[in-house]
C-alpha cells in the first residue's frame, strides 16, 4: 500500500472512527450502570470467599457469643473501649479471626462527623467473628441511593448491608431490594426501641430494616449570647424573627438552615407546611398540599426571612449539606440554626471556635408557641441487601450494631442519638448531654415524611423543583405549591 | 484501541471486502483474513460495550418497565414511550438547556481555542511549560473541578463575588447557583474553560502539520497576516476543525458531571441537561423503560449531529483536498 493513500485514507478513516466513537460513548453509562458495580464493590467482598467453607460452621457458635456482649447492657466495658480491651485478649484469636471472619460489605451515606468510620474499625479490632467493608457512597443521601439502585437494579450481590433513610424503607421493600426482618427483630426487642423509628422501618405490616440512629432537629443557639443579651430561645416564628434581629450583627447572621433545592432543603419547608397546620398527603395518601394556605404561609415565612427580614442569609440555599450550617454555627458566624441532632458531635472536636457551655439547644418554634414546633423524623436504620450471599451474617452484624452497646457508644463518643431510649438513662451520658432528655422528649413528636414508595420520586420531581423555583424567587409560593400537588399527583397515578 | 498495524491492516480488509469490485488475488484474500482477524479484538469490543448495551437500550424501551414495585408487570408498550417523550415537557425543557449550553460553549471554545492554539503554536521561551499549562483545566476529573467552581461561585467565600466586588460591577454578592437568570450562564462558563484545551490540543496539532513553506510563498506574495490566517491557515485546518467540532459538539450533549454536581439541574429544571434528566428518569423514578427511551433519544440526537457534520460539513473539505 503507498504511503499517499495511506494517508488520505487515514483521515477519512479517522473522520469515520471518530463517528464510531461518538456512537459508542452514549452507551457507556448505560453499560456503567449494568455492569459497572461488578467491578468496584466486587472485589472488597473477595477476601471473605477463602472463609466461606469455614462459615456454617463458625459464624452459628459466634452469633450468640456477640449477641449478649451487645444487648447486656452497660456493665461490657471491653466494646467500650474497644482500642484498649482487646489488645491482650484478641491478640491471639485475631489472626485466627481473620482466617475465619466473615466480612460483609456496608453501604453507608457520608458521616460528615467522620465518626462512623472509627467505630467501624474499632469493632473490626474487637470483633473476631465478622469485619466490616464500610464503603462510604458519596456526599449526600441521594448519591447512597442512587448507587444502591445500581447495585440492587443489578441484581448485584456486592451489597450485604444498606443504611436506609426513612424514605427507602418502604421504597426498596417495594421493589423487593431489602428483606423483612421481622425474625431477627421480633416485638420485645421492638419494644425496646423509639416507636416511631420502629414506625419508620415499617412498611405493610413488616419491618424491613433495625433503627441504627435516631435523628430529629433542634434549635441550636449560642447561650451566651442569648444570656449576655437576656434572651430566651424562641417559642414562635415571630420570636425567632425578633430574637435573630436582637442578635444580628454585621458578623454574625442571626438564624440559619438549610434551603437548597435538595431532600435536606424540603425537610426545613415540610416542618414550616406542618407548623401551619397543613400535609402533603393525608393518610390515604391523597395529596392535600394545596388545600388551605398552609404550603404557602409556610413558603413565605421562609422567603421573607431570607429576602426582607434578612435574618437568614440567602448563602442557605446553598447549603446541601447539614455541615454546611454547622460549620457556620461552629465558626460563630451565627445565633441561632435548625439542624439534626446528628451533626451536634463537631461541637464537640477541640477545632470548633464554640465550645462547651456556649451552646444549647431548645425545641423547634412553632406558630402559637403552645407546643413545640413539628420536627421531621430523620432516624437511619440499617436492612439487609435481598441480593446478599451473607444475609445471615449480615442481620448478626446489624444486630450488634443497633444493640445498646453499640449505640451508647455512638452517642457517648460520635454524638448521635440512639435508637433505644434506654440509653438516654445511662449516667455517663446524662453528664455528657444535658440536653439529652430534651431531644428524647422532642423525639416522641416527630412525624415522618409521606410512608409511600413514590416519595423519593415525588420529592426529586414534584416538590424539590417547585421549592428551588419558589426559593429562587422564580415563581411565587402559591404557584409552586400548585405545580407541586399536580405532579404528585401525577406521580401518585403511576 | 487497536495498534497503528492493527488499524492499517483492518481496514484494508474493509476495503478489500467492500471495496474493490477488481478480481481479488490470493494474497489480497490473505492480506483480508489476517487483517480482519487482527481487526477481531476491536470489532469485539465495539460489540460488548456499545452495539449489545444499545440494542439492549433499545429493546428496553418498548416496555413499561418500572422497578418501582417487585411483582409489578412490565408489559410491552410498542412506542408508546416515544410518544411520550415528544409530548414530554421536562424533556423539551432539558433539551433547550443543552442546546443553548452546548451551542454557546461549543462556539465559545472554538474562538478562544484558536486564539490560545495560534499563540502556542508560536515560539517563544517556555513554550512548553505554557503548552502543558493550557492544558491543566482538561485534564481535571470533571467533578473537581465542578466542586471548584462550585467554591468559586459560592455566595459568602466566592472569588468570583469578590473580584466583581473589588470591580465594583455588584454591590452585594450573588449566588450564582440559585439565580434562574445566572446559573446557566455560570454553569456555561464553568464548561468553557474546563473544556477549551481540548479545542486548543486538537487544533494546535493541526496547525503543526501546515508546512512552513506555505507561509514563506503567501509572505513572498506580500500577503498580510490576516489574509495568511484566512487563505493558508484556515483552509487547511478545516478537516481538524471538523473533527474538534464535532468531539466537542458530542461531549456538550452528553453533558452530566458538571450539571449534577454543580447544580443537580436546579434552579428549578433550569440546568438539567438531557442526560441529567435520563439519570433521574432511571434513577429517582426508577422508571427503567421511560429511562431507556430517552437514552435512545439521546443517541439518536448524536448521531444526526455526527451525520451533519460530516455530510454536510465533511463534503467541501474532501473537495478542497482534491
Redesign the interface.
Known amino acids: 500500500m503507498s504511503d499517499m493513500l495511506t494517508r488520505r485514507s487515514s483521515r477519512r478513516a479517522f473522520v469515520k472512527r471518530s463517528l464510531l466513537v461518538g456512537l459508542a460513548v452514549p452507551a457507556l453509562p448505560l453499560l456503567a450502570a449494568c455492569g459497572g458495580s461488578a467491578t468496584t464493590p466486587g472485589k472488597p467482598a473477595e477476601p471473605a470467599k477463602p472463609a466461606e467453607p469455614a462459615k456454617p460452621a463458625e459464624s452459628k457458635p459466634a452469633a450468640p457469643a456477640a449477641q449478649p456482649a451487645a444487648t447486656s447492657a452497660p456493665a461490657a466495658a471491653a466494646p467500650a473501649k474497644p482500642t484498649e480491651a482487646p489488645k491482650p485478649a484478641a491478640a491471639a484469636p485475631a489472626q485466627k479471626g481473620t482466617a475465619t471472619a466473615t466480612t460483609v460489605v456496608w453501604f453507608a451515606g457520608r458521616d460528615t462527623t467522620g465518626y462512623t468510620p472509627k467505630q467501624v474499625e474499632a469493632f473490626n479490632k474487637a470483633n473476631t467473628s465478622f469485619q466490616i467493608d464500610y464503603q462510604e457512597q458519596g456526599a449526600t443521601t441521594t448519591d447512597l441511593h442512587d448507587k444502591f439502585v445500581t447495585v440492587a437494579g443489578a441484581k448485584d450481590s456486592s451489597v450485604d448491608i444498606v443504611s436506609l433513610d426513612v424514605p427507602f424503607v418502604p421504597e426498596f421493600a417495594a421493589a423487593g431490594w431489602t428483606i423483612p426482618v421481622d425474625d431477627a427483630f421480633p416485638k420485645d426487642e421492638q419494644a425496646k426501641f423509639f416507636s416511631g423509628t420502629v414506625h419508620g422501618a415499617t412498611y405493610e405490616g413488616k419491618i424491613w430494616a433495625i433503627p441504627w440512629f435516631n435523628n430529629g432537629p433542634g434549635l441550636f443557639y449560642r447561650k451566651d449570647l442569648f444570656d449576655a443579651k437576656g434572651l430566651k430561645p424562641p417559642k414562635t416564628y415571630d420570636e425567632l424573627l425578633s430574637t435573630a434581629l436582637a442578635l444580628q450583627t454585621p458578623e454574625m447572621a442571626g438564624f440559619a438552615m438549610q434551603l437548597p433545592q435538595n431532600e435536606g432543603g424540603i425537610i426545613n419547608w415540610i416542618e414550616y407546611l406542618w407548623g401551619y397546620g397543613g400535609d402533603l398527603v393525608d393518610d390515604k395518601l391523597n395529596v392535600v398540599v394545596d388545600q388551605g394556605t398552609a404550603g404557602v404561609d409556610g413558603m413565605q415565612k421562609i422567603l421573607d426571612f431570607v429576602y426582607k427580614d434578612k435574618i437568614l442569609p440567602e448563602a442557605a440555599l446553598q447549603f446541601r449539606l447539614g455541615s454546611d450550617v454547622m460549620d457556620l454555627f461552629r465558626g460563630g458566624k451565627v445565633s441561632m440554626i435548625r439542624l439534626w441532632f446528628s451533626t451536634v458531635g463537631t461541637l464537640y472536636n477541640p477545632d470548633s471556635a464554640i465550645k462547651t457551655g456556649q451552646w444549647d439547644v431548645a425545641p423547634l418554634p412553632s406558630k402559637t408557641g403552645e407546643k413545640p414546633g413539628p420536627g421531621c423524623l430523620g432516624d437511619w436504620n440499617l436492612g439487609i441487601s435481598k441480593f446478599s450471599t451473607k444475609q445471615k451474617e449480615a442481620l448478626e452484624v446489624v444486630k450488634i450494631l443497633t444493640g445498646q452497646e453499640q449505640q451508647r457508644t455512638r452517642f457517648l463518643d460520635g454524638g448521635f442519638l440512639p435508637a433505644r431510649p434506654a440509653v438516654f438513662d445511662d449516667p455517663d451520658i446524662q453528664k455528657k448531654y444535658p440536653y439529652a432528655k430534651a431531644a428524647q422528649a422532642s423525639f416522641e413528636i416527630l412525624k415522618p415524611r409521606p410512608v409511600t414508595p413514590y416519595w423519593p420520586q415525588m420529592s426529586a420531581d414534584a416538590v424539590q423543583p417547585a421549592f428551588g423555583q419558589a426559593m429562587a424567587r422564580q415563581i411565587p409560593p402559591d404557584q409552586a405549591i400548585k405545580q407541586m400537588a399536580d405532579k404528585m399527583r401525577q406521580i401518585l397515578k403511576g | 484501541m487497536a495498534t497503528a498495524t492493527g488499524?492499517?491492516t483492518g481496514?484494508?480488509a474493509v476495503?478489500g471486502l467492500f471495496g474493490s469490485r477488481a478480481r481479488r488475488s490470493a494474497q489480497e484474500r490473505a492480506d483480508a483474513r489476517l487483517g480482519l482477524l487482527l481487526a477481531a479484538p476491536a470489532i469485539v469490543t465495539?460489540l460488548l460495550?456499545?452495539v449489545i448495551?444499545?440494542g439492549?437500550?433499545i429493546w428496553d424501551s418498548l416496555f413499561r418497565l418500572?422497578?418501582?414495585?417487585?411483582?409489578a408487570p412490565r408489559p410491552f408498550v410498542g412506542l408508546e414511550n416515544y410518544r411520550t417523550v415528544l409530548s414530554d415537557d421536562a424533556w423539551y425543557n432539558a433539551l433547550g438547556v443543552t442546546g443553548l449550553v452546548a451551542g454557546v460553549s461549543v462556539a465559545a471554545e472554538l474562538v478562544l481555542g484558536m486564539i490560545i492554539a495560534l499563540l502556542i503554536n508560536r515560539s517563544f521561551r517556555g513554550r512548553g511549560i505554557v503548552r502543558a499549562s493550557v492544558l491543566v483545566p482538561w485534564a481535571l476529573t470533571t467533578v473537581v473541578s465542578a466542586k471548584m467552581w462550585?467554591w468559586i461561585y459560592?455566595?459568602?467565600y466566592g472569588v468570583a463575588n469578590d473580584l466583581l466586588m473589588r470591580l465594583g460591577l455588584i454591590e452585594s454578592?450573588i449566588?450564582f447557583?440559585?439565580?434562574?437568570d445566572v446559573t446557566i450562564w455560570a454553569m456555561t462558563a464553568a464548561e468553557i474553560w474546563k473544556t477549551t484545551p481540548f479545542m486548543a490540543l486538537l487544533l494546535l496539532a493541526g496547525l503543526q502539520l501546515i508546512p512552513g513553506e506555505l507561509y514563506e510563498a503567501s509572505a513572498l506574495d506580500g500577503a498580510s497576516r490576516w489574509q495568511t490566517f484566512w487563505r493558508v491557515t484556515l483552509p487547511i485546518l478545516k478537516?481538524t476543525i471538523?473533527?474538534a467540532l464535532?468531539?466537542r459538539t458530542?461531549d456538550a450533549v452528553?453533558m452530566?458531571d458538571l450539571p449534577r454536581v454543580l447544580t443537580?439541574?436546579?434552579?428549578?429544571?433550569?440546568t438539567e441537561t438531557v442526560?441529567l434528566y435520563t439519570?433521574?428518569t432511571?434513577?429517582?423514578?426508577?422508571n427503567?423503560g421511560y429511562g431507556?427511551t430517552l437514552?435512545v433519544m439521546?443517541?439518536l440526537i448524536?448521531?444526526v449531529i455526527?451525520f451533519v457534520y460530516?455530510k454536510v460539513l465533511?463534503a467541501p473539505t474532501?473537495g478542497a483536498?482534491r
Open positions: 488499524r492499517l481496514r484494508s476495503a465495539i460495550i456499545a448495551p444499545l439492549g437500550t418500572s422497578l418501582r414495585f417487585e411483582n462550585a459560592d455566595g459568602r454578592p449566588i447557583l440559585v439565580r434562574p478537516p471538523l473533527v464535532l468531539f458530542i452528553r452530566f443537580n439541574g436546579g434552579p428549578g429544571k433550569s442526560v439519570y433521574n432511571f434513577f429517582t423514578s426508577l427503567f431507556s437514552a439521546i443517541f448524536v448521531m455526527s460530516i465533511g474532501q483536498r
